[in-house]
């Protein structure tokens, strides 16, 4: 009897652990995005221009190198901030200046931001300006969207292929 | 202090006591009453499953049996499984189609992993709430945070390899906190946009969960238990059985399944969690990448320096006196904590071998002087009691002369019992009662079977020890070694002619003082039986 009772105390024992179990490995549910909304992801990776141009090095300066090492143009490593701005009908969305990465600030950044927004239709506009060398903005898009409930919308930005470009 | 009562009867039957009794029980069940509900489950589970079988004595070795289904079924669902982008989500849901075996694997393979993480959660909480992370046990604790860490990442590449939409949120998730870290500079979670993904991810991911962290679990879980001997890692049969059924009977009720497939074009809304591994995931809706990745390890860090918070003072390690050592390597054998080894005699004695104590290591449990031959209270050679190993701050002679005090205390008594205990288990300076006398050890795996034979020639109607629960002494081995002495299954054995009904070794928890008083009880009664018979 004594065994009998002690089998059914570790079957309800067992049943309780892996109730826990099971239920924590799917339960609660957890809502990442609710049912109305879209997400606007903003992904690129990009090196801003150099901060000054590429310049002619004087007969001063190429007598003071080596033979070897008298290349005639020199170009500074430095790279410009990149500047962006992501305005969803006309109301800033995200703002921000990326500073250039590596200890000579001779790298790219790369860029990745997600936006949870109302799905439905949109106006984005898109600026970017990546050069201390001009005054404003010198990519501009902008892009009417019409957006799926869960849809995710990527922006990219590869200045080869005329700058941003929505997917 | 003198007791106002004749005897443990009337003691114990007094409203004071008894009302002292239930006030200390309360007052230490808030003291820490996360210590103590493990406790009563204990006691609970002890009545259910046998003290042999009760899993929480087995946290350990069930997470290591845990993790060899996790393998078995892992082979197999490898075996079926196809590392590609198109294939990965097809191969898995055939699998769960064939429900009678390969729908079984699956479904092992993960319930048997959420319950590793389970178990492991039960063992941190248990070590921690019983004291068992501090002071000399401080490497297991710091060591166990990182496999923790190594167990969750193992279930989270997993979760990436069957590439529905759960897996598309958990690598794009990771792929953010991965990208948080100076060596990424931001560049992976891109790699998840649609159209950017390549077989070769699969390939690097199967290599990470199959092999890369694997690897690093088992290095992780050998240098866990370096500093143990001995170590528990084949779970007792019974408990075996009952979870491998358990885990199988789940898996049959409530097969594991997955979302739809991964649609990297859309975000996923609502998600069945497992909340076992992937509990980090929900954070990155309300904070950064990078503040995650702070606190997370802020929280890990916390945890691998508990065993300072505040530290634990360990009494100083126990000396070899190689004059009365004869190299027999019990204590060597005996230590639950690698401190002792072996090596070459120094002293140019006869014998080959001698005793060497590694401080660092040493518990100051006592066991190893149990265990030594000449720590035999009734050596007559000698006016102080010297042994071959042996506690500075409690000596064996000090426990000889103790002994011997109480005994004279209770010469003029009726019925004279006395007991010894563990620091533990029960407090026994509470139990003060005329024809009752206490001494209190480390561990009651340091008390010499010689000493029950002792006591009760020098006068003692009945001897009764009082060690930790059966299976979960403290110091791992103590009350073990001690009964398989006292069997005379273990060396130094319990002379042979030494009545058994005159003694008594019992297992308890300070939770279970009632149990020992009336133990005492009708142990007292028995002697006042004899005496009238």
Redesign the interface.
């Known amino acids: 009897m004594k065994t009998g009772l002690r089998y059914i105390l570790q079957t309800i024992n067992y049943s309780i652990f892996m109730l826990i179990v099971w239920y924590f490995s799917v339960a609660p549910a957890y809502t990442h995005l609710d049912v109305c909304q879209s997400v606007v992801v903003l992904a690129f990776g990009h090196a801003g221009q150099s901060v000054s141009k590429c310049r002619k090095r004087t007969p001063e300066e190429l007598a003071a190198l080596p033979p070897n090492m008298r290349n005639p143009m020199i170009c500074p490593r430095e790279r410009s901030p990149i500047e962006v701005e992501l305005l969803l009908d006309d109301k800033l969305l995200f703002t921000e200046i990326f500073n250039p990465q590596g200890v000579s600030g001779d790298w790219g950044v790369d860029v990745y931001r997600r936006f949870n927004v109302p799905s439905g239709k949109h106006n984005l506009k898109m600026r970017l300006k990546d050069s201390v060398r001009v005054k404003d903005f010198n990519y501009i898009y902008e892009v009417d969207v019409d957006l799926k409930a869960a849809q995710l919308l990527t922006i990219d930005f590869q200045p080869e292929k005329g700058g941003f470009s929505v997917r | 202090m003198k007791s106002p009562y004749q005897n443990t009867h009337q003691l114990f039957a007094s409203d004071e006591y008894k009302n002292t009794l239930k006030e200390q029980i309360l007052k230490n069940f808030f003291h820490n009453p996360i210590k103590h509900m493990y406790l009563y489950v204990d006691a609970w589970?002890n009545?259910?499953?046998?003290t042999k079988n009760n899993?929480l004595y087995h946290l350990g070795s069930l997470a290591f049996f845990l993790l060899w289904i996790v393998l078995v079924s892992g082979l197999y669902v490898f075996v079926v499984f196809d590392t590609s982008i198109t294939g990965a989500f097809q191969s898995v849901e055939a699998m769960t189609e064939q429900w009678y075996l390969a729908g079984i694997m699956r479904s092992l393979h993960?319930?048997a992993s959420?319950?590793v993480i389970?178990v492991v959660l039960l063992h941190i909480i248990r070590e921690f709430s019983l004291d068992r992370y501090r002071g000399f046990r401080w490497f297991s604790w710091f060591t166990g945070t990182p496999n923790l860490w190594l167990m969750i990442l193992l279930g989270i590449s997993g979760y990436w390899l069957v590439w529905d939409q759960l897996a598309q949120?958990v690598a794009i998730g990771s792929s953010?906190l991965l990208?948080a870290l100076p060596i990424f500079?931001?560049?992976m979670?891109?790699n998840f946009?649609?159209?950017n993904l390549s077989d070769r991810f699969f390939t690097l991911m199967a290599f990470v969960h199959l092999l890369g962290l694997p690897v690093m679990l088992v290095f992780g879980l050998w240098i866990h238990v370096k500093r143990l001997t001995k170590v528990e890692v084949i779970v007792p049969r019974g408990l075996a059985i009952?979870?491998f059924?358990?885990?199988l009977?789940?898996s049959l009720i409530?097969p594991?399944v997955s979302h739809e497939q991964a649609d990297?074009?859309?975000?996923?809304?609502?998600?069945?969690?497992?909340?076992?591994y992937l509990n980090v995931y929900?954070l990155l809706?309300y904070f950064t990448p990078g503040e995650t990745l702070i606190l997370a390890v802020a929280i890990s860090s916390l945890l691998m320096i508990m065993p300072w918070l505040p530290t634990k003072r360990t009494p100083p390690a126990v000396v070899v006196d190689l004059n009365h050592c004869n190299g027999c390597s019990q204590c060597f054998e005996d230590c639950p904590f690698d401190a002792i080894s072996m090596q070459a005699r120094t002293d140019g004695a006869r014998w080959d071998m001698e005793p060497i104590v590694d401080p660092a290591l040493c518990a100051a449990c006592g066991i190893c002087v149990g265990s030594c031959p000449y720590s035999n209270p009734s050596r007559r050679s000698e006016t102080r009691l010297a042994t071959g190993i042996d506690l500075p701050d409690q000596p064996i002679h000090q426990i000889r002369t103790a002994t011997k005090t109480v005994l004279t205390e209770l010469s003029s008594s009726k019925v004279k019992i006395v007991i010894f205990g563990c620091n533990h288990g029960i407090d026994l300076t509470e139990i003060n009662a005329p024809d009752i006398a206490t001494i209190t050890l480390p561990c009651t795996g340091m008390l010499p079977p010689a000493f029950i034979d002792y006591t009760l020639r020098h006068g003692a109607d009945s001897v009764l020890i009082s060690g930790c629960r059966s299976q979960d002494c403290y110091y791992r081995f103590g009350n073990h070694w001690l009964e398989k002495r006292i069997k005379g299954e273990r060396t130094p054995i319990l002379n042979k002619r030494v009545n058994r009904e005159h003694f008594e070794f019992v297992g308890y928890a300070e939770i279970d003082k009632i149990q020992l008083l009336k133990n005492i009880e009708t142990i007292r009664q028995r002697i006042l039986n004899e005496g009238q018979s």
């Open positions: 589970f009545f259910a499953f046998g899993p993960r319930y959420d319950a389970a949120y953010q990208d500079s931001g560049a979670s891109r946009l649609s159209g009952g979870s059924l358990a885990l009977i789940l409530k594991a990297l074009s859309i975000v996923p809304s609502v998600l069945n969690l497992d909340w076992f929900p809706d």
